[in-house]
């Protein structure tokens, strides 16, 4: 080892070192320098050794001088020449042990690229929120949140202030009070309502009519009210957080190399915090570490913890009490013990807890799709408690709150994966012991990077009159009836108030969906399954990467990782690992190629479903565009024509992916690709004809003539398909798995023909029949399996009307609408479907 380099090392370890790391490593310095004062003396006996040892030494010193002068210049040029070499692998060998030291062979976090900011509100709905919550358009920096240093200046008290600086940090970041909240909710009036009401409904159903008997009946609803209370109730403590986060700060870093969040970000939450108005944080859902991400985030940045809502399943022993104290409320997946019974006692519980929590000051945060996500796509939204906010906005109890859409992204999630539910195995329950393997699996293991963000707050107040206008526009009057005491859909409430919750629920989804920064595994995945499933060389697959990256950038996607992407691909691969992606050597270049077989493929495809999300509008385009273009010679298609299939192509895929926001129209979305397509040379215009049907392709702000004057009605256009194109052909490929599947549970229908189906049972014939188009080659892509997308067919078909459902002996069965069921009916709605199944 060359000085030079064990004083950068000095100096590099100190810098980052505390005082007592810094003795042991000056310490371990001086054994090498007495290790290397002995290695010079062996050198030295050495080269007199073999000096003495030259042929010609005949172990007497009376030689000519010009023979020995010859013979010591042979040697010196040969020691020469092996000390160089000798230095050189010294040198290899110094780097490759720092290196084999590192996690990470480059910095992958943007902690000195500056970023622009993302996720503004939108200036539709919120532009007053915009304006006021904004810190400017300047770029900010990347933060680790694992490292205390880049949370702020960490002033050193001492000794101890420096040995111990996350001790000193999570002992003096900014205080709160969080107010215990439990008497009062079960003092309430409303609450005592639903009690007496419980008692009497139960005293009836069992034919009791006696006073005393009632009497009996209330008191067990009471003590089961107080039940529902002590299981739900939250124990959030200040104390808890600075030692969860101490804790946290010791066991994160162990799975991550960093979790990194813009700067602007944390100053935007400040901004808002100081309003005084309560925050409302909406998170995507992707993996049980986005509670302990979020609630991490915000204390150790100056901000109020929130109460947050979870499942009882993670009420376990031990964990589920340390969850109580950094803030969890827990509350049932289903809400209701006996179907088609609404659970009225509970809700009113739930509700009233949640009201005075709010009115106490606390924040809040619930998961905007309910569970985690199994497919990597966001779920639908569930609107139960946001309801909440809106009733308390609405009867006049809250004034006004703060929503936040909050994203959390994984290169590698901690929980692995969920192939088999995918698969139609059910979900396993949450036990101690599989905690504990959880654990000790996370902690031996590397999950790379994390990227959490938080979008710009806006008002609950500005949204909700912004959609109340909107709806007053269209029908002239706008009911405002919120619901007496209950949840979302407890009681009778009004269609017009069921709207807005949704409405407001789905576009918080399309924000935060948005705003998901994009991971290197993501990106990698996303490309090996839908560009190079044939597999590719590292050379091409690195300048795919690179046009990736300056799309996304353009269409102000932001990413989670920085460098070379080269560099990217090989870090992204290795966390993927082997059974993911085959690695292999071939011409003297490094191959890649995606396993894509069950249930391998289903994994991979997970981490390629976030660029999905980002893409699928464009996909519907580029599939309707080959589908009207199937049968033509000229592939010539008229622009109204493409935007009429494409919004049938959309309804379809309802549930699977959110379009737009809620406050935009899908013709002016599906209107913006086809100008980026006709940028992209994927459509160029052929012709323009007069009498066409309607507005599309013509400016958005001409007004539509009626139809019955041909000669002013606006041009139809039509544009010419360049079906070679690469991007068109990448763009179709990535919803054929879907297609796929949905033709083949609209197919199924022809079997449910006078037949009531279970809903388990229905689930398990069509993945049998997927299975089936795999094995005979009918269906392409194995991740075409999932069960996923098989119930939201069926959701589809519910709504759609041609499939009907009720609960039967506590069981959910289904069967065909009489309406349809005549094979004739059925041929028309499966060709909605088998009209998008072309092969690529």
């Given at each position: 080892?060359?000085?030079?380099?064990?004083?950068?090392?000095?100096?590099?370890?100190?810098?980052?070192?505390?005082?007592?790391?810094?003795?042991?490593?000056?310490?371990?310095?001086?054994?090498?320098?007495?290790?290397?004062?002995?290695?010079?003396?062996?050198?030295?006996?050495?080269?007199?050794?073999?000096?003495?040892?030259?042929?010609?030494?005949?172990?007497?010193?009376?030689?000519?001088?010009?023979?020995?002068?010859?013979?010591?210049?042979?040697?010196?040029?040969?020691?020469?020449?092996?000390?160089?070499?000798?230095?050189?692998?010294?040198?290899?060998?110094?780097?490759?042990?720092?290196?084999?030291?590192?996690?990470?062979?480059?910095?992958?976090?943007?902690?000195?690229?500056?970023?622009?900011?993302?996720?503004?509100?939108?200036?539709?709905?919120?532009?007053?929120?915009?304006?006021?919550?904004?810190?400017?358009?300047?770029?900010?920096?990347?933060?680790?949140?694992?490292?205390?240093?880049?949370?702020?200046?960490?002033?050193?008290?001492?000794?101890?202030?420096?040995?111990?600086p996350t001790i000193r940090h999570c002992s003096t970041f900014k205080k709160y009070e969080y107010p215990y909240i439990y008497d009062t909710v079960l003092k309430d009036e409303t609450v005592q309502m639903m009690i007496e009401t419980a008692a009497s409904?139960?005293?009836?159903?069992?034919?009791?009519?006696?006073?005393?008997?009632?009497?009996?009946?209330?008191?067990?609803?009471?003590?089961?009210?107080?039940a529902i209370?002590?299981?739900?109730?939250?124990?959030?403590?200040?104390?808890?957080?600075?030692?969860?986060?101490?804790?946290?700060?010791?066991?994160?870093?162990?799975?991550?190399?960093?979790?990194?969040?813009?700067?602007?970000?944390?100053?935007?939450?400040?901004?808002?915090?100081?309003?005084?108005?309560?925050?409302?944080?909406?998170?995507?859902?992707?993996?049980?570490?986005?509670?302990?991400?979020?609630?991490?985030?915000?204390?150790?940045?100056?901000?109020?913890a929130p109460l947050v809502a979870a499942g009882e399943n993670l009420r376990i022993p031990i964990f589920g009490k340390l969850l109580t104290g950094l803030g969890a409320f827990y509350i049932k997946r289903r809400m209701d013990p006996v179907s088609g019974k609404k659970d009225k006692l509970y809700r009113a519980?739930?509700?009233?807890?949640?009201?005075?929590?709010?009115?106490?000051?606390?924040?809040?945060?619930?998961?905007?799709?309910?569970?985690?996500?199994?497919?990597?796509?966001?779920?639908?939204?569930?609107?139960?408690?946001?309801?909440?906010?809106?009733?308390?906005?609405?009867?006049?109890?809250?004034?006004?709150?703060l929503l936040v859409p909050v994203s959390v992204n994984y290169e590698k999630i901690v929980e692995g994966n969920f192939v088999t539910e995918l698969t139609g195995e059910p979900k396993k329950p949450e036990t101690l012991m599989s905690a504990l393997k959880g654990i000790w699996t996370a902690i031996t293991s590397h999950y790379g990077l994390v990227r959490v963000d938080f979008n710009q707050p806006?008002?609950?107040?500005?949204?909700?009159?912004?959609?109340?206008?909107?709806?007053?526009?269209?029908?002239?009057?706008?009911?405002?009836?919120?619901?007496?005491?209950?949840?979302?859909?407890?009681?009778?409430?009004?269609?017009?108030?069921?709207?807005?919750?949704?409405?407001?629920?789905?576009?918080?989804?399309?924000?935060?969906t948005q705003s998901t920064a994009v991971m290197s595994t993501n990106a990698v995945a996303f490309l090996l399954l839908y560009y190079f499933r044939d597999g590719v060389p590292l050379s091409k697959l690195t300048f795919a990467l690179d046009r990736l990256r300056e799309e996304l950038s353009s269409s102000k996607k932001d990413v989670g990782f920085s460098g070379e992407s080269k560099d990217v691909v090989e870090h992204a691969v290795s966390l993927l690992g082997a059974g993911l992606v085959q690695i292999e050597k071939r011409d003297d270049d490094v191959h890649y190629k995606p396993v894509s077989i069950l249930p391998n493929v289903l994994e991979l495809n997970y981490y390629s479903n976030t660029l999905i999300s980002h893409f699928c509008l464009r996909g519907v385009v580029g599939r309707v565009l080959l589908s009207l273009t199937a049968d033509q010679r000229d592939a010539k298609v008229s622009i109204e024509k493409v935007i009429d299939v494409s919004i049938l192509l959309c309804e379809i895929l309802q549930f699977e992916f959110i379009f737009t926001k809620t406050c935009q129209q899908l013709n002016n979305a599906v209107f913006d690709v086809i100008e980026e397509m006709t940028m992209?040379?994927?459509?160029?215009?052929?012709?323009?004809?007069?009498?066409?049907?309607s507005g599309y392709g013509c400016p958005r702000n001409l007004e539509i003539i009626d139809d019955e004057d041909d000669d002013f009605l606006p041009p139809e256009t039509f544009y010419k398909v360049n079906r070679e194109e690469e991007k068109l052909l990448f763009y179709a490929r990535m919803l054929e798995p879907l297609i796929d599947t949905y033709c083949t549970v609209f197919s199924y229908l022809l079997c449910m023909m006078d037949q009531v189906v279970p809903e388990q049972i229905l689930v398990k014939e069509l993945l049998d029949t997927v299975k089936a188009g795999l094995d005979n080659g009918s269906i392409r892509y194995a991740e075409s399996l999932s069960t996923d997308t098989i119930k939201n067919c069926m959701k589809l078909l519910e709504k759609w009307s041609v499939l009907e459902c009720h609960i039967q002996e506590g069981t959910k069965v289904y069967y065909l609408n009489p309406k349809y069921e005549s094979e004739e009916m059925l041929v028309t709605v499966i060709g909605k479907a088998e009209l998008f199944r072309n092969r690529l």
């Open positions: 080892m060359m000085w030079p380099e064990v004083e950068v090392l000095i100096s590099t370890t100190y810098a980052s070192a505390g005082y007592f790391e810094v003795s042991i490593v000056f310490a371990f310095f001086a054994w090498l320098f007495s290790e290397r004062v002995m290695a010079m003396m062996e050198l030295m006996s050495t080269k007199l050794y073999e000096a003495c040892s030259t042929p010609g030494y005949n172990g007497s010193l009376k030689q000519s001088s010009s023979s020995l002068h010859h013979q010591l210049t042979q040697f010196q040029l040969r020691k020469r020449e092996q000390i160089a070499q000798a230095k050189t692998l010294s040198v290899h060998s110094f780097e490759s042990a720092l290196y084999s030291l590192k996690e990470n062979p480059w910095n992958m976090v943007l902690e000195q690229e500056k970023r622009p900011l993302m996720g503004l509100s939108c200036n539709d709905c919120c532009p007053r929120s915009r304006k006021n919550g904004g810190i400017g358009n300047e770029h900010f920096p990347i933060v680790d949140l694992l490292r205390v240093e880049t949370l702020g200046k960490i002033r050193r008290h001492g000794i101890l202030g420096s040995i111990f409904e139960e005293a009836l159903e069992n034919g009791v009519t006696d006073p005393n008997g009632i009497e009996e009946f209330v008191v067990r609803q009471t003590k089961r009210a107080v209370l002590n299981h739900m109730h939250s124990k959030l403590s200040d104390l808890a957080l600075r030692i969860g986060s101490w804790v946290f700060y010791k066991t994160l870093p162990l799975l991550f190399t960093s979790m990194s969040i813009p700067q602007g970000q944390i100053e935007m939450l400040r901004k808002a915090a100081a309003t005084g108005l309560p925050l409302i944080f909406l998170p995507l859902h992707r993996s049980h570490l986005d509670y302990i991400a979020v609630t991490f985030t915000l204390c150790n940045s100056g901000i109020r519980v739930l509700h009233n807890y949640m009201t005075q929590c709010m009115q106490a000051g606390h924040y809040f945060e619930f998961f905007i799709e309910g569970g985690r996500t199994r497919t990597g796509k966001p779920c639908m939204p569930k609107g139960g408690l946001m309801s909440v906010f809106v009733d308390a906005y609405l009867s006049g109890i809250l004034e006004d709150a806006f008002s609950l107040h500005e949204l909700v009159r912004s959609f109340q206008n909107k709806v007053m526009n269209k029908s002239g009057t706008f009911h405002i009836a919120p619901s007496s005491a209950s949840l979302y859909g407890t009681d009778i409430v009004h269609e017009e108030q069921r709207q807005l919750v949704d409405s407001i629920t789905r576009h918080i989804l399309y924000d935060c992209q040379e994927i459509l160029t215009e052929a012709v323009t004809h007069r009498g066409g049907r």
